[in-house]
Nanobody, 113 residues
Framework: QVQLVESGGGVVQPGGSLRLSCAAT????????MGWYRRAPGNQRDFVAH???????DYADSVKGRFTISRDNAKNRVFLQMNDLKAEDTAVYYC???????WGQGTQVTVSS
């Protein structure tokens, strides 16, 4: 059974930083590409960042240069370092394992002064 558990969200001021973590179980993590997505209130779930099994990364234009996705294969975890946060980054953030249909519960990120 695939399980994805996100953590690390919170309330931060504009310009601040947060580091999200996602623990994955029930998948062969080393062979699986992972992604981060987000859903702002009233919006659909949007792509944020992706990391291949080999560590190649890709980002949405809106977060390039501010967010960094990484993975720890020994711990079955994927991370999202978010710097220079803006109000428009406010959303529930989800991780996703490519090829699987399961989603975690998400973690709320709120950027507000």
């Amino acid at each position: 059974q695939v399980q994805l558990v996100e953590s690390g969200g919170g309330v931060v001021q504009p310009g601040g930083s947060l580091r999200l973590s996602c623990a994955a179980t029930g998948i062969i993590f080393t062979n699986t590409a992972m992604g981060w997505y987000r859903r702002a209130p009233g919006n659909q779930r949007d792509f944020v960042a992706h990391i291949s099994s080999g560590g190649i990364t890709d980002y949405a234009d809106s977060v390039k240069g501010r967010f960094t996705i990484s993975r720890d294969n020994a711990k079955n975890r994927v991370f999202l370092q978010m710097n220079d946060l803006k109000a428009e980054d406010t959303a529930v953030y989800y991780c996703h394992a490519q090829g699987y249909i399961s989603w975690g519960q998400g973690t709320q990120v709120t950027v507000s002064s």
